[in-house]
């Protein structure tokens, strides 16, 4: 295939300005995060607040991710958009400013942290669902997909490797002003977007039973179903290992703040590659049965990971669990986004950033305490038998239904 086909979606002005505003965002937002989990860790040393600072993020997603689905539906969402980037930048603005003046404390991070992952369940349905509006040529959305995971993990890799640098260097302080200086590149790029004037026309609520709608829909879409059900058991039972990465970084290898950046980096190249993997696929493609594999392949790389005691071979296992990682949360975005029919799109979506932004955090919180009763070796070996009984579980619920 030709270079070109791999990046067809980008011949797309709309989704251009996006994918290149979002990425120098999501590289700052990486920086931060990491720069926040280093932080917690530094000064607690505990593996349980880690887990609590991620559900303090993500868990608000989840409590507000169907009101954020339902105004995806129902407002204009370009300008839902720009709306919670503006409040995205605040919060790292805030961050940055009581980080240098010496005020940023535990209570302080968690705050903001809350206050982010309120923002985060009106921003990710939208900014998910606007990706099939800005792109006109609907045979490039398998691609558009790929490319925005692509999008996501690249800044994985770049984000984490930038914000261990800068740490070791003058500290925590300047990742957060990055991030905040980011988001500059993605309010311009969204204000530089053109669209039709009724683009973004939507009907009239009639009244507040509107998620029941999207219920009753999915219903009737057993795939739907089972690549929701998939993507929530992953988020909450196998994908929570993340939580302890800083352990092995600090107490494995012995390391500091740039050893922790490489670990995430590693993540972020392996899930860098399974996302430009996914950008060659053709509308064609079993994704259906790749999400299975790639679950399968997740927990199976992490069984070797979780007695690992050398540096580089961890390298090399994250690069394989960045891989199976992304290609199972992006595959699953594909499906939902080809399948669902546009007047429930958001609010799918919305149930889609629950399975993950709900699940994510609360399984941290499982797996940082689960980690000081039987240890993190162990915790993470629990994790990846976990995650292949799931891709049997799917498997043979998935043939019984074509049964």
């Known amino acids: 295939m030709k270079l070109s086909e791999v990046f067809r979606s980008l011949r797309h002005r709309n989704f251009a300005l996006f994918f290149f505003g979002q990425f120098v965002s999501r590289v700052g937002m990486w920086m931060q995060r990491t720069a926040v989990i280093w932080y917690v860790y ?39 958009l720009m709306f919670t980037q503006f409040l995205s930048a605040l919060q790292a603005v805030l961050l940055t400013v009581f980080a240098f003046t010496n005020n940023a404390n535990i ?87 053109r669209f039709p004037y009724h683009t973004f026309t939507v009907q009239p609520s009639k009244g507040k039973g509107k998620f029941n709608e999207a219920i009753h829909y999915l219903k009737t879409q057993q795939t739907i179903i089972m690549v929701l059900v998939m993507i929530a058991l992953s988020n909450f039972l196998v994908l929570p290992f993340i939580t302890l990465l800083p352990v092995y970084a600090k107490e494995i290898f012995k390391g500091n703040a740039s050893t922790f950046g490489w670990l995430n980096s590693a993540m972020g190249l392996g899930a860098f590659i399974g996302a430009f993997h996914l950008a060659t696929l053709k509308n064609s493609a079993n994704f259906k049965k790749l999400l299975l594999l790639n679950t399968l392949f997740l927990g199976l790389c992490l069984l070797p990971f979780a007695f690992v005691s050398n540096l580089y071979v961890s390298l090399l296992l994250l690069i394989a669990i960045g891989y199976t990682s992304i290609s199972q949360t992006s595959i699953g975005m594909t499906i939902i986004q080809t399948q669902t ?58 043939a019984k239904s074509r049964g």
């Open 107 to 193: 209570t302080l991070i968690l705050i903001l942290s809350v206050f982010l992952g309120i923002v985060n369940a009106y921003d990710v349905p939208v900014r998910q669902s606007m990706i099939n509006d800005i792109i006109e040529n609907k045979e490039d959305l398998p691609n558009g997909v790929a490319l925005n995971s692509s999008l996501n993990t690249f800044a994985r890799l770049i984000g984490p490797a930038l914000s261990g640098f800068v740490l070791a260097a003058i500290g925590a302080s300047y990742c957060f002003l990055a991030n905040a200086i980011s988001f500059v590149s993605v309010i311009g790029a969204i204000a530089a977007m």
């Open 42 to 80: 530094s000064i607690t040393h505990s593996a349980f607040m880690i887990g609590v600072t991620a559900f303090a993020e993500q868990f608000p997603s989840f409590l507000f991710s169907i009101r954020g689905g339902i105004i995806a539906d129902k407002y204009n969402r370009y300008r839902v």
């Open 341 to 398: 029919a546009k007047e429930f799109r958001g609010r799918v979506m919305s149930i889609m950033a629950m399975a993950i932004f709900g699940m994510l955090p609360l399984g941290s919180l499982l797996i940082g305490k689960l980690s000081q009763m039987i240890g993190v070796s162990n915790t993470i070996l629990c994790e990846a038998i976990i995650g292949v009984a799931i891709a049997g579980f799917v498997s043979r619920l998935s």
